[in-house]
């Protein structure tokens, strides 16, 4: 089983690259801010390249990190300066860097059977352990209240040649999105839609509860409901974790 598979990948890269763009301005002067001009960027869940595009126009360099195979395809092929891996962000390995980031809701997927409470805090502290002095850690996650509860709600968005309908629902803690696919192809002269269904669980995290997670690890944390002039969609926070200048554990 993949996720993010060919389809759903291309139509997240041409259809919902808002986040990734309208981030990126706010992210980048979040860096300048810390006085990270240079040196090399972890991004956990780098889908298709759109963020780390960004950042190697800016001078950084780009480590980019995804689960599945299609988004990273699609990331080699527009970011060939960067290097790119095939793996799950709660068990790669994460080299020593000046920042971290993790853009679009990444931490919140249920995709790696792995990805437990437990293994979030874990990824907090290997992220601090990578990080050098100073260095931060800037990503979003998604909370409870995307979905009323007990309700189901259905939606769909078109572009040029696909068609993508969702239908979500949140029990608990947890939204589960089931997604189809139409991509319009042309095979021998005639046009067809070929369709795909992937089903995505999100664990939701109460930002509170995201912030002292971090700050247990040692990080000074900055809660935030936007990347710089980009607000973020409804039930979502951003967080700047900093590593404190004089921790010199890595
Ligand atoms: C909503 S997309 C955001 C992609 C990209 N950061 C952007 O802003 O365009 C979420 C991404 O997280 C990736 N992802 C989810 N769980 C993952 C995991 N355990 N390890 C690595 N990547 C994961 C998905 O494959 C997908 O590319």
Same mark, same amino acid.
Not at 25 to 31: A, N
Not at 89 to 114: K, M, Q, R, T, W
């Given at each position: 089983? +993949?996720?993010?598979?060919? @389809?759903?990948?291309?139509?997240?890269?041409?259809?919902?690259?808002?986040?990734?763009?309208?981030?990126?301005?706010?992210?980048?002067?979040?860096?300048?801010?810390?006085?990270?001009? @240079?040196?090399?960027?972890?991004?956990?869940?780098?889908?298709?390249?759109?963020?780390?595009?960004?950042?190697?126009?800016?001078?950084?360099?780009?480590?980019?990190?995804?689960?599945?195979?299609?988004?990273?395809?699609?990331?080699?092929?527009?970011?060939?300066?960067?290097?790119?891996?095939?793996? !799950?962000?709660?068990?790669?390995?994460?080299?020593?860097?000046?920042?971290?980031?993790?853009?679009?809701?990444?931490?919140?997927?249920?995709?790696?059977?792995?990805?437990?409470?437990?293994?979030?805090?874990?990824?907090?502290?290997?992220?601090?352990?990578?990080?050098?002095?100073?260095?931060?850690?800037?990503?979003?996650?998604? +909370?409870?209240?995307?979905?009323?509860?007990?309700?189901?709600?259905? !939606?769909?968005?078109?572009?040029?040649?696909?068609?993508?309908?969702?239908?979500?629902?949140?029990?608990?803690?947890?939204?589960?999105?089931?997604?189809?696919?139409?991509?319009?192809?042309?095979?021998?002269?005639?046009?067809?839609?070929?369709? @795909?269904?992937?089903?995505?669980?999100?664990?939701?995290?109460?930002?509170?509860?995201?912030? +002292?997670?971090?700050?247990?690890?040692?990080?000074?944390?900055?809660?935030?409901?936007?990347?710089?002039?980009?607000?973020?969609?409804?039930?979502?926070?951003?967080?700047?974790?900093?590593?404190?200048?004089?921790?010199?554990?890595?």
């Amino acid at each position: 089983m +993949e996720w993010y598979r060919k @389809d759903l990948a291309y139509i997240h890269d041409v259809g919902h690259n808002d986040y990734a763009l309208k981030s990126a301005p706010g992210i980048l002067s979040i860096l300048a801010k810390h006085n990270i001009h @240079d040196g090399l960027i972890v991004d956990l869940g780098c889908g298709s390249g759109l963020s780390a595009l960004e950042f190697t126009a800016a001078r950084y360099r780009v480590l980019g990190i995804d689960i599945s195979e299609s988004m990273v395809a699609l990331a080699r092929t527009r970011v060939p300066n960067a290097e790119f891996r095939v793996e !799950s962000l709660f068990e790669a390995d994460i080299p020593d860097c000046h920042a971290v980031v993790s853009i679009g809701e990444c931490l919140n997927y249920l995709f790696d059977p792995n990805n437990t409470r437990t293994k979030l805090i874990q990824l907090f502290q290997r992220v601090y352990n990578a990080l050098a002095p100073a260095g931060v850690f800037i990503f979003d996650v998604a +909370e409870p209240g995307q979905v009323a509860q007990g309700t189901i709600t259905k !939606s769909f968005t078109e572009g040029e040649d696909w068609i993508v309908l969702v239908e979500k629902q949140e029990e608990q803690t947890v939204l589960t999105r089931r997604i189809i696919t139409l991509r319009k192809l042309k095979e021998h002269q005639e046009e067809h839609y070929r369709r @795909d269904d992937e089903v995505h669980r999100l664990r939701l995290y109460e930002a509170t509860e995201v912030a +002292e997670q971090l700050r247990q690890v040692g990080f000074q944390v900055q809660v935030m409901r936007c990347y710089g002039n980009y607000d973020l969609p409804k039930a979502h926070a951003a967080f700047v974790a900093c590593k404190l200048p004089n921790d010199e554990r890595i």
